[in-house]
């Protein structure tokens, strides 16, 4: 089943924004942003969306005036993979419908999340959507360019530290821990397999 952003099962994951203007994110993201059909492309950060005036409604009214980053994830996917969060929210734009495949972090359990619990959102063309840091995400589904705003940093190179918390077995990148499947090339190049169960696949519903 595919909830829609405005059901209230999508309370727990987060919210939509009204109040933004999206257009010119849009439409640079149009420009900047490639589209394969056999691939995912992430860019955390880009100089022309970062330049635009809407990031600065994004950094004093979604993140209190923090500074944020404003990239993109574009192509094809209809597969979970994996699941990440950040210490910090995250706001999805995309000119087209997509789909988010959303679990709850609380319900982790010794590394591991059983795939049943993952929920799949609909999310309509031009809608903001705020994802709550305690909500496990990854790519989009569907065909898709997507706007991606987070805290400044985030995804960038992981630091070089020694595992000294249950949770540094997850930490993949800069504010980004990382649980993957094991059938991955994630799980293959090191990420920790905790997904257990089916790798959701949802291209038969879209």
Not at 2 to 15: A, H
Not at 21 to 39: F, G, R, Y
Not at 171 to 183: E, V
Not at 185 to 204: V, Y
Request: proline share 6%; glycine share 8%.
């Amino acid at each position: 089943m595919i909830y829609d952003v405005n059901s209230e099962e999508f309370r727990l994951f987060g919210s939509v924004i009204d109040g933004i203007d999206t257009s010119a994110l849009l439409d640079t993201l149009e420009k900047v942003s490639p589209c394969p059909e056999d691939a995912t492309i992430y860019v955390p950060d880009v100089q022309e969306l970062d330049e635009l005036p809407v990031y600065r409604f994004l950094s004093d009214h979604v993140y209190g005036g923090l500074p944020v980053q404003i990239g993109y994830c574009s192509g094809t996917n209809y597969k979970l993979n994996c699941l990440e969060y950040h210490k910090g929210s995250e706001v999805n734009i995309s000119p087209d419908e997509i789909v988010l495949l959303l679990a709850d972090l609380r319900d982790v359990r010794g590394g591991r999340l059983d795939t049943s619990l993952v929920k799949a959102f609909r999310v309509p063309p031009r809608t903001a959507v705020l994802l709550y840091e305690t909500t496990l995400h990854y790519a989009p589904c569907g065909r898709f360019r997507t706007i991606i705003v987070l805290p400044k940093g985030t995804n960038g190179e992981k630091p070089a530290i020694k595992e000294e918390t249950s949770e540094d077995r997850f930490l993949w990148g800069a504010n980004k821990w990382l649980i993957a499947h094991p059938d991955t090339a994630e799980a293959k190049a090191g990420a920790f397999a905790g997904l257990i169960g089916e790798n959701i696949d949802i291209s038969g519903m879209i």
